[in-house]
């Protein structure tokens, strides 16, 4: 069971998370507030009243940086907190952007920031059938919170039948090991269309099938210009005037991977540094969409 999305939630704002169990896993995505001894925390409550939480996870800026991990009974009040490891804060600096996932395990919860795998576990305190909310507070703001299941891609944004010209935002604040998963037909036998990663000036991916030439074009641009461009195919050439297709671009570490219709089509190498820095997705010229799904 999963939550609806929450894109952009005031801070504080209490979220059901239709359910906890073993194997759900909770992103959180914001940027903190640029001040040096700026705080946030996520906490998991059990209920709406705020006075029990499960999993308090609170990063501090102040100093060089801790990530204090707690819970709270009713009647009771905090427990006894846990802040190792000591050694890596897991953060940039405030006013920066985060990531965390909380991954609920059999025994505990894993804690993952930025990305870092495995950055702390903290053991359950209390029942996962008494989770039932989730609230993000303090010094941030908050972009988005939603939820999947290990082991299964989680659709965090979906559009449907959205305009040829198509820009929308990156809702996560790393790209990195995300998919985007498009689905359309092509409206003319002589055009073609973009699909273009962008950063700022930057692109990072442009992947353009020509109808007319029968050729997917593969490329990358920045302050230079163009780069060389990549053709080669190793499967037939898969679009053609009203023949509904399925194109998922998963950015990976080595680049973009490409699947078409379900088989793999080629490895564009990553060619510009950091990933991250695409925030932006745009889809242009001979396309009719049908529906486009962000999935983490």
């Known amino acids: 069971m999963a939550m609806k999305p929450a894109f952009n939630p005031s801070t504080g704002s209490i979220l059901d998370l239709n359910g906890m169990f073993v194997g759900k896993i ?29 999993l308090h996870v609170n990063p501090r800026f102040a100093g060089k940086g801790v990530v204090v ?29 985060f990531g965390i996932w909380i991954i609920c ?14 950055y702390a576990t903290f053991k359950h305190r209390m029942a996962l059938n008494s989770v039932t909310h989730v609230q993000v507070t303090q010094d941030c703001d ?11 891609e989680i659709p965090i944004q979906i559009l449907e039948k959205p ?23 092509p409206t003319s036998s002589e055009g073609r269309f973009s699909v273009d ?5 930057n692109i990072h991916f442009h992947f353009n099938p020509r109808m007319n030439e029968q050729q997917i074009v593969r490329n990358s641009k920045d302050d230079g210009g163009w780069a060389k461009e990549e053709r080669d ?33 080629f490895l564009f190498k990553k060619r510009l540094r950091s990933l991250k820095r695409i925030r932006r997705i745009s889809v242009n010229g001979d396309v009719e969409l049908e529906r486009v799904t962000f999935s983490g």
């Open 69 to 97: 991990r707690n819970s709270r009974k009713s009647g009771v009040g905090w427990e006894k907190e846990e802040r190792e490891p000591l050694d890596k804060f897991p953060f940039s600096k405030p006013g920066s952007p």
């Open 197 to 201: 990663f962008v950063g700022g000036d």
């Open 142 to 152: 908050v972009s988005l919170v939603c939820t999947g299941i290990k082991g299964l």
């Open 163 to 185: 305009s040829g010209t198509l820009n929308f935002n990156v809702p996560v604040f790393n790209i990195r090991e995300h998919s985007i998963t498009f689905a359309g037909k």
């Open 105 to 118: 395990h059999p025994d505990a919860y894993e804690i993952r920031c930025n990305r870092y795998k495995s």
């Open 26 to 54: 909770i992103y959180i995505y914001g940027r903190s507030h640029k001040k040096d001894d700026a705080s946030f925390a996520v906490n998991l409550l059990c209920g709406t009243g705020g006075s029990e939480i499960a």
């Open 233 to 265: 195919l190793a499967t037939p050439f898969p679009f053609y005037q009203g023949v509904p297709f399925q194109v998922k671009i998963s950015v990976v570490k080595k680049g973009f991977d490409v699947k078409i219709n379900g088989s793999h089509a």
